[in-house]
């Protein structure tokens, strides 16, 4: 299958300051990434879909300003976690797209655990 | 609106075991996506399966396998013979065309498999 990557797997911030999350497609291009977010023991939130060479599509609920994300390459998606505070600590997954003949899937990275102190 | 329900949250079993996992879904789209990803104790998502409306035929793969019935809306997935390293929390999940191929997931079921 696609691999996908993220960088870091895992950070712990002070409340205030401002996180990149980088999300790769290793051997494949993917116009398309999403950004999900998940809470302890629960399940994943769509939180943007993140399209190569225009603004991300927001889900209801979730700040743009706060959550900014830039899709510059075909190969990289990232998301900024700006001015960040303790409620948000979660693990953050991103997934590219791949279209394939009959449907499409998406592959998953490994996810980077937010700790905001 | 689509939506995918995952009744069990929990289920326990003794290595070697049959264990079958429950989803149902709700779609008003025609063409949709129907998918099972593992989530092992490390986090990432292993995607298992993909299976279009269009495709009722059920699958095995070696101690997997899946039943998808249209007219239940359902797509349960089974482990045969479960392993330990069957434990990991695993997710139905389901994608229209219709809404640019956004995942939506069920709440998940945590699989403990004990030696």
């Known amino acids: 299958g696609a691999v996908v990557s993220q960088h870091p797997s895992r950070v712990i911030c002070k409340s205030g300051t401002s996180v990149k999350i980088e999300c790769r497609s290793l051997d494949f291009q993917a116009t398309t990434m999403f950004w999900y977010r998940q809470f302890p023991k629960q399940s994943l939130m769509l939180m943007a879909t993140s399209n190569e060479g225009s603004k991300a599509t927001y889900e209801q609920g979730v700040e743009k300003d706060k959550f900014l994300i830039n899709h510059a390459s075909l190969t990289l998606s990232t998301l900024t976690v700006t001015s960040a505070h303790p409620e948000d600590s979660s693990f953050y997954i991103c997934?590219?797209?791949?279209?394939?003949?009959?449907?499409?899937?998406?592959?998953f990275g490994p996810g980077t655990r937010l700790l905001v102190l | 609106a689509q939506k995918v329900t995952q009744a069990q949250t929990e289920i326990s079993v003794v290595e070697k075991e049959d264990v079958t996992l429950d989803c149902v879904y709700e779609t008003r789209d025609t063409t949709y996506y129907l998918f099972w990803y593992k989530q092992p104790p490390s986090g990432e998502l292993v995607f298992l399966i993909r299976?279009?409306?269009?495709?009722?035929q059920n699958e095995i793969s070696g101690r997997y396998s899946w039943n998808f019935q249209k007219s239940t809306s359902s797509f349960n997935f089974t482990i045969t013979a479960s392993q330990v390293v069957d434990s990991a929390v695993y997710f139905c999940?389901?994608?229209?065309?219709?809404?640019?191929?956004?995942?939506?997931f069920g709440g998940g079921t945590r699989v403990l498999v004990k030696p």
């Open positions: 299976r279009n409306s269009f495709d009722e």
């Open positions: 999940a389901l994608s229209e065309k219709a809404a640019g191929n956004k995942l939506t």
């Open positions: 997934s590219a797209h791949v279209p394939s003949g009959g449907g499409e899937t998406q592959y």
